[in-house]
């Protein structure tokens, strides 16, 4: 040791930080941030909702005018509380939502609550099966369009997804029922009249058709409620399966741009591997955002879908409901469809934050 090292002050330790701080992690912060964002966006959809409703006219004279006498209309405008001021009976409205009252029906008394879990099972299904149709047609038929690249089959696949985006659900669904009930295909319906007897006797009952008959185990059942639940599945599945197809194919494209995909190539890697092993995976980060997306287009195209094929579900409910001019049950029903929109977005992005480590930064 020198002179100078032995006479040079000593520098003092960095200060050390105390051991019970800790800063927030990305993720977290990330989280946070959404979950602090769904909350004045359902609060903004539902005010729209509860405006809309209020604009539109009085809803009780819209549903029962021709039924009631004037003395009972008022009647029923006072026990529903719609003489009160509209700050009152807003404030009212947004109390009912946070105890989970969302109204009650005018037309036939019941309660909105008891209509989400009654026919939301029914579409909750239906949505599900046509998201595994939407991944069925857009996935596969993504990856084939980005490796023929301006070739027949891109342009072919292209113009299908095309046709199948814009082409109206029920006018999809009427094409389908034209085609497949000569041959005897169910297409109205959650199930045959018998196997909706037989799972009404399924403990505890879940309200989802395929999820009762595998409790109650008979194949026939299963078979049944499959095949109602087909051709509502690929009509509103193909709605959804043309924005992932076009979707699919544009990642896969500018990924095979990347430079460890070149790298890749470079060592010799084969196409394919390269499309599959590299490229594939990094493309479908979008699709997962985009899916959040698509939920609220689900529901849009339940409402014609289940329509059109009788499924007795939310968007059913809904259209029968408007028939009515049951303003007070539609409503309750587009606020619950709300609801289910926000929290599956917040939901949608917990995942992507998971798959895709760059959103929390």
């Known amino acids: 040791m020198t002179t100078a090292e032995a006479v040079a002050p000593m520098s003092p330790p960095p200060d050390e930080p105390p051991a019970t701080r800790r800063s927030i992690s990305p993720l977290a912060r990330y989280l946070l941030v959404r979950l602090a964002l769904i909350v004045p966006m359902i609060w903004v959809l539902v005010t729209m909702v509860f405006l809309l409703m209020r604009v539109i006219g009085d809803p009780i004279s819209a549903a029962l005018g021709g039924r009631l006498s004037a003395e009972q209309i008022a009647e029923r405008k006072a026990a529903a509380g719609l003489d ?32 989400l879990i009654e026919n939301g099972a029914a579409t909750l299904e239906l949505s599900f099966w046509s998201l595994l149709v939407a991944f069925a047609i857009g996935i596969p038929l993504g990856r084939l369009a980005a490796r023929y690249r301006d070739r027949l089959p891109d342009v072919a696949l292209r113009l299908f997804a095309i046709l199948v985006y814009a082409a109206p659900v029920f006018f999809v669904g009427l094409l389908l029922k034209l085609a497949f009930t000569p041959f005897g295909w169910p297409s109205s319906g ?5 196997t909706e007897l037989t799972l009404q006797n399924v403990h505890p009952q879940t309200n989802i058709m395929i999820v009762d008959s595998l409790l109650w185990g008979e194949p026939s059942l299963i078979w049944d409620v499959l095949q109602h639940a087909m051709l509502p599945a690929i009509a509103l599945g193909l709605l959804t399966g043309g924005v992932f197809l076009r979707l699919v194919r544009v990642n896969l494209l500018q990924t095979m741009r990347m430079d460890y995909v070149t ?28 899916m959040g997306l698509q939920i609220a287009l689900l529901l849009g195209g339940a409402i014609l879908t289940e329509t059109t094929f009788e499924w007795k579900g939310l968007g059913y409910q809904l259209a029968q409901y408007l028939i009515r001019r049951d303003f007070l049950a539609v409503q309750g029903i587009v606020t619950l469809l709300a609801l289910i929109v926000g929290i599956t977005s917040f939901l949608i992005d917990v995942i992507v934050a998971f798959v895709d480590p760059r959103v929390r930064f």
Do not use: C, M
């Open 84 to 115: 009160r001021p509209i700050l009152t009976q807003y404030w009212e409205y947004i109390s009912g939502l946070f105890h989970g009252d969302f109204g009650t029906t005018l037309t036939d008394n019941r309660s909105v609550s008891g209509i």
């Open 190 to 194: 959650r199930a045959s009249i018998n």
């Open 263 to 290: 790298a890749a190539r470079a060592r010799g890697v084969s196409e394919r591997r390269v499309l599959n092993k590299h490229a594939f995976r990094n493309a479908l980060v979008p699709v997962v955002t985009v």
